[in-house]
């Protein structure tokens, strides 16, 4: 095994221009899948509430009934589309077994956790943000129910940008442009969110391109979705700050923003200031000069 030195991000993909999956044409590959993506959405949303409501009545638990519609809807697209017109299946979007090792899954939860951890770190210590008292409360429930909104969450969110359609462009254009351009509709996603603003957007860009070179550098979307799960984690679950201008429960503590938005992020919470910005472009860079390890 070697280390490729990030030839992975900076060359085009093999096979250039040459589709895979017979001679069906990518827009119709596409267009199956965003049918498929429908279907599987609209069957989630019948199905959900019902079996929620049941859930909720019998634990107590309310289920994050729009989160798991989405990942539903876009697993149920992914996979009939790969039953039908794309043989290469879950290999092709790097959601198959063998890219699913520890290793994809530690590296891309520790780049996530610290991108976002460390520059936090910073802006308390310089007393940009703060940590303030709440009412008392139980924080490990707590952070189990953060975590089980996360993990779908983050699922729909790779799979919408960083899957089957991200495949496609990469065959096309090349994993540079495919990057740059999932990352460019991941940001957009986010423009409805409280609080948005052209440097909230423009830093979620930023991190669809972080999380897009995880991809490339693991050959794993595991690694990504870990790295997007344990990055709003660090924010939702520790720090107990908004992400992406949404606030979650805050039993004990709660960090709040002490300095400057163009550094702390604001209302939006840390992952939209500069600092966060920094510490996701040292990651980029981390991974461009290490590369990843090909599995031999």
Known sequence: MSVSGGEELLAPSPGGREWRG??????????IFLLACSVGYLGARAVLPPVAAWVEGATGVRLPTYV????????????WTFRVVEPDGWRLVALDRAACTPRALLVGGALGAAAVG?????????GWLRVEAMPPGDVGREALLTLALLVPAALWE????????????RERLG???AIVLTSVAFGLMHLENAGATLQSIAVVTLAGIFL?????AMRSLYAAWAAHVAWNFVM??????SVSGTGLGAPNYRTVDAGPDWATGGAWGPEAGLFAAAGMLLAIVFLLRRGARPRS
Do not use: C, D, N
């Not at 798991?68 to 996979?79: A, D, E, N, Q, R």
């Not at 939702?236 to 700050?241: D, P």
């Open 158 to 169: 790779e799979l919408a940008t960083r899957g089957y359609a991200f495949a496609l462009l």
């Open 68 to 79: 798991l519609t989405w990942s539903i809807g876009m697993l149920v697209g992914h996979w």
């Open 22 to 31: 017979g001679s069906v044409a990518p827009a119709w590959k596409f267009a």
């Open 118 to 126: 460390v520059p936090s770190l910073a802006l308390l210590g310089i």
């Open 212 to 216: 897009g070179s995880i991809l490339v």
């Open 236 to 241: 939702a679950g520790v720090m107990h700050t």
């Open 175 to 177: 994993a540079q442009a």
